[in-house]
C-alpha cells in the first residue's frame, strides 16, 4: 500500500480512536458525572442494597478504562447492571470515570486520582486498568474485566480464592486467538497473509500473536509480525498490505492502546482490507467480522461481582468468572463493499449477521 491516509474516517468511533491524531489523545482526561449525581451526595439518598436499605449512603464508584470515552460496552453494561439491582445514579451512587485514551502511561496517575477520591469501590475494565488500580491501592474493593491471566498477572492469588482486595470477570481472549484466525480463513477463503500488530510490552499480545503464528502454519497463512511502541509506528505495517483478499488484519487488542484497533480499522475501511476482531463493536463500526466475548455482558456480570461486594463480602472470597457469553459477528455490509462473498455456511455459524 502506497499511499497512507491522510484525511479522518468518519467511522463514529471515538472511544477507540478511529479518526483520532496523536495530539488529540493528550487532551485533558475526563470526569463524568452529572448535575443530579451531585445532588445525591448532599441530600444523602437512601441506597437499596438487596432487602436492606443503608440511610443516607450514597456510594462512590470509580472507574478506569483505557477507551477515548467513559460509557462503552463495558461501562455502560457495568452501570446498567447496577441500575438492574437498584443502584440508580445520583441517588444511590456516584460514577466517577477517568479515560486513558489509549495511552498506557497515563493510567498509574489516574488510579491514584481515583483512589484520592474514596471511593467504595473500583471497577477496571482491562489488564493496563486493573494493574493500575492494584498498585494504587491494597484496600478499596476492586472489580476487573477483560484481563488476561490474572493469576499469571499477579491481581489474584488464585481463581477460586483470589486472595487479595482484586476479583472480576477474566478474559478468554488468548485463548480465543485460534478459533479467530480459523474463522478469519472461513470467512475470507482467499486469505494468504495476515498483518498482526502489538505492544511487545503487554505480555497477553505478545503471547496471543506466538498462538497465532503455530495455528497460521495449519491454515496456510503467512502471519506478519509487527511488534510497535509507539502510535507513529503502525504505519510501516499496514503500508505492506494489499487488497484484493490476500491480505487482511487481526486484531489482538481488546484496548486502544496505542490506537492500533482504530488505526487499523480505518486503512482497512479505506483500502477494501478484510478484518478480524475481538469484539463485536468493531464490527459494528465497519471491520469484517470479529469473534470474542459479550463486552455488555461481561460489563454486567461484573456488576454482580461489585454487588456482593458493596454488600459486605469481601473480595478475596469471590471466585474470578469467566464470560458467560461468546458472539461470533459477521459484517455483511462491509464484505459487499470490499467486493467478498462470504460462504454461507459460515453465515450460519454466525451469532449475529450485520446487513
Not at 453494561?77 to 441517588?91: A, K, V
Not at 503455530?214 to 510497535?228: D, F, H, K, N, Y
Not at 487499523?264 to 463493536?281: K, R
Not at 473480595?315 to 459484517?331: G, Q, R, S
Request: proline share 6%; aromatic share 4%; net charge positive.
Amino acid at each position: 500500500m502506497s499511499t497512507r491516509i491522510a484525511s479522518r474516517c468518519a467511522v463514529p468511533a471515538p472511544e477507540c480512536g478511529i479518526g483520532q491524531t496523536v495530539r488529540e489523545r493528550n487532551v485533558p482526561l475526563l470526569v463524568v458525572g452529572t448535575l443530579s449525581a451531585i445532588v445525591g451526595v448532599l441530600t444523602g439518598a437512601d441506597l437499596a442494597v438487596g432487602s436492606a436499605r443503608v440511610p443516607g449512603k450514597v456510594l462512590r464508584i470509580g472507574i478506569l478504562t483505557s477507551a477515548y470515552i467513559a460509557w462503552h460496552n463495558q461501562t455502560r453494561g457495568f452501570r446498567e447492571g447496577l441500575t438492574d439491582l437498584g443502584y440508580i445514579d445520583g441517588q444511590h451512587v456516584v460514577f466517577h470515570v477517568l479515560t486513558g485514551r489509549g495511552d498506557s502511561a497515563r493510567l498509574p496517575a489516574l488510579a491514584d486520582e481515583l483512589v484520592r477520591g474514596k471511593p467504595d469501590l473500583l471497577y477496571c475494565v482491562a489488564t493496563p486498568d486493573a494493574r493500575a488500580c492494584q498498585k494504587a491501592t491494597t484496600t478499596v474493593p476492586i472489580v476487573f474485566t477483560q484481563t488476561g491471566d490474572p493469576v499469571k498477572l499477579g491481581l489474584v492469588q488464585s481463581l477460586a480464592r483470589p486472595g487479595g482486595n482484586v476479583t472480576g470477570i477474566g478474559s478468554l481472549r488468548g485463548m480465543l486467538v485460534a478459533k479467530r484466525l480459523e474463522l478469519f480463513k472461513e470467512v475470507v477463503p482467499t486469505l494468504r497473509r495476515v498483518l498482526v500488530t502489538y505492544d511487545p510490552r503487554e505480555d497477553e499480545e505478545a503471547e496471543a500473536v506466538r498462538v497465532a503464528k503455530e495455528v497460521a502454519v495449519s491454515l496456510g497463512l503467512t502471519i506478519l509480525e509487527r511488534p510497535i511502541t509507539k502510535p507513529q509506528e503502525l504505519e510501516t505495517g499496514l503500508d505492506m498490505l494489499t487488497a484484493h483478499g490476500r491480505d487482511g488484519i487481526l486484531i489482538v487488542q481488546a484496548n486502544p492502546n496505542l490506537n492500533i484497533p482504530g488505526r487499523s480499522l480505518e486503512v482497512a475501511i479505506s483500502y477494501g482490507i478484510p478484518t478480524m476482531y475481538t469484539s463485536a463493536f468493531w464490527a459494528e463500526h465497519g471491520a469484517l467480522a470479529s469473534y470474542g466475548a459479550n463486552e455488555l455482558r461481561q460489563g454486567r456480570q461484573a456488576a454482580r461481582l461489585a454487588h456482593d461486594i458493596l454488600r459486605g463480602r469481601s473480595p478475596a472470597e469471590i471466585p474470578v468468572e469467566l464470560p458467560t457469553e461468546i458472539e461470533f459477528v459477521v459484517n455483511l455490509r462491509t464484505a459487499e463493499r470490499i467486493g467478498l462473498k462470504v460462504p454461507p455456511a459460515v453465515l450460519l455459524r454466525a451469532t449475529r449477521v450485520i446487513q
